[in-house]
């Protein structure tokens, strides 16, 4: 019987074989989560628009700074941690290539020459056969069919890793942004706090010379000249003291965009960024805003998959081998009709008895499913947990800034009148100095709160999603560090 006779059978079982493959655990379906309406501290916030700002993705740009901006792009090319998670992201991409493959038959090909002598005859007289040699060349090909969806169910587990894989890249980019965006308006507000110390211990300077010129003149005791240097020394305590703190926020910029802290300089400015108008999303949109929670829920396809593959394990698989090529002793003559060699033959594997082995791959599967599902609900109530902090902290931290600024006013309105009274005699200098500390504090603590008012605009826009979407994951991310990759 002629090669092809044999193969013409065997191909119409494979095809149907092929038609009547099933895949085998079940499909897919997102798991039910908790319903949220609206958030609770939402009251008199803005809801996103269909255009909101937050949806082009640059959602660092509501600030309006662009020094600011140019250092998150240099972040977005440089930072090691985000070169860590697109390794990790193109790890996962390759391992979808390596299920895909799988899908398909092997091709190999061997060639070789052996050597060989074979000694006949007793042991006290041995005789030589001589040296023989022989010649072979050939391919084999090998293609295991996926009647029950095993590698079917692999290649899913592996590309549900893969979006997970590049969630997760998007949430470690949104994260490193946001400590950026936060450290930066940090060392801002920690600028505007230098200037004003340092304004205030020129105020302080010129306030010891008149008392001290009132003292010589024997206006004023020596005590007040002595409270008018404790004051100043200790003001410019204060204003060193930021130096440090400044030059650490600086250091931070410097390794979160990937440089040496020595090679980089911010000036100093006079001007903060304004506190941005966020826009809201509603809590059924942030579950398609927030990487974090579409990383969990891919975690959760991977494991449903996984079941699949534990299930296929009770059924038997079937592999489709063939291999042919030309044997010789001569060399010359290997490619000749004559020397042909061809076999074919499909193989059948069972395994028949494991003592529980797959019944307990099953149940592992199984479980690992209910512990994706549990973190991926999790992640969602953390997510409306978040949320509705950032709103209440940051409504709460506007209606204190309004009553802190009317405490500020009063107080700066208090230190005219104590100078003008101290200029006049009627109050000693110690009072002078408990109203001006009164009145400093007041500043600090006013531009302490526009700063933690800015840091809270940015933890919500980061806890919105940022200007992130979940129709990202359907793309392959751009990968900055990556030379020369291609599917």
């Not at 052996?114 to 005859?121: A, E, L, N, Y």
């Not at 044997?327 to 490619?335: A, C, E, G, K, V």
């Not at 100095?433 to 840091?455: H, I, K, M, S």
């Amino acid at each position: 019987m002629s090669p092809s006779c044999t193969l013409r059978p065997l191909a119409m079982i494979v095809m149907s074989l092929a038609l009547g493959a099933c895949t085998l655990g079940p499909d897919y379906q997102r798991p039910p989560l908790p319903d949220a309406h609206a958030f609770k501290q939402a009251e008199g916030w803005k809801s996103a628009a269909p255009a909101d700002a937050l949806q082009r993705g640059d959602w660092w740009k509501l600030y309006g700074d662009a020094e600011l901006d140019a250092l998150v792009s240099r972040l977005n090319v440089s930072n090691q941690n985000l070169a860590v998670a697109e390794a990790q992201y193109r790890q996962a991409r390759a391992l979808v290539r390596s299920a895909r493959s799988q899908l398909f038959p092997t091709l190999s090909g061997n060639a070789g020459v052996t050597r060989s002598r074979q000694t006949t005859g007793s042991s006290s007289s041995n005789v030589s056969a001589g040296v023989s040699e022989s010649y072979e060349a050939g391919l084999s090909a090998s293609w295991e069919l996926d009647l029950w969806g095993r590698l079917r169910r692999g290649l899913e587990a592996n590309r549900a890793t893969m979006q997970a894989s590049a969630a997760d890249l998007a949430a470690v980019r949104l994260s490193l942004q946001a400590e950026l965006v936060q450290t930066y308006l940090q060392l801002r507000v920690m600028d505007e706090q230098q200037r004003l110390l340092d304004q205030t211990v020129a105020a302080y300077a010129r306030s010891l010379r008149l008392t001290e010129n009132q003292y010589r003149a024997g206006i004023v005791p020596k005590s007040d000249v002595a409270q008018a240097q404790t004051q100043l020394k200790s003001t410019q305590a204060q204003a060193i003291d930021l130096k440090w703190q400044r030059a650490q926020l600086e250091h931070a910029i410097a390794v979160l965009i990937g440089v040496p802290p020595a090679e980089l300089s911010i000036a100093v400015r006079d001007d903060i960024p304004s506190l941005p108008e966020v826009p809201l999303a509603l809590p059924s949109q942030l579950l398609e805003r927030r990487p974090d929670v579409a990383a969990a829920e891919r975690e959760v396809m991977a494991a449903n998959a996984e079941i699949g593959i534990a299930e296929a394990a009770w059924y038997p698989d079937l592999t489709l081998s063939a291999s042919g090529g030309y044997r010789n002793s001569s060399f010359n003559q290997l490619f000749e009709v004559p020397n042909r060699f061809w076999s074919l033959g499909p193989q059948l594997a069972l395994t028949l008895l494991d003592f529980g082995g797959r019944r307990a791959e099953l149940e592992r599967a199984e479980a690992a499913y209910d512990q994706t599902v549990a973190t991926y609900r999790q992640t969602v109530l953390d997510s409306f947990r978040e949320v509705e902090d950032y709103l209440v902290q940051l409504r709460v931290l506007g209606d204190e800034s309004v009553v802190q600024r009317e405490a500020l006013e009063a107080a700066q309105e208090s230190l005219r009148l104590i100078e003008n009274q101290y200029r006049a005699g009627t109050v000693d200098y110690l009072s002078v100095v408990t109203v001006q500390t009164t009145a400093l504090n007041n500043e600090r603590t006013n531009l302490t709160l526009l700063g933690d008012r800015l840091l809270t605009s940015v933890q919500l826009i980061a806890a919105l999603g940022g200007g992130w979407q979940i129709e990202q994951l359907q793309q392959e991310p751009v990968l900055s560090n990556e030379r020369g990759q291609g599917d």
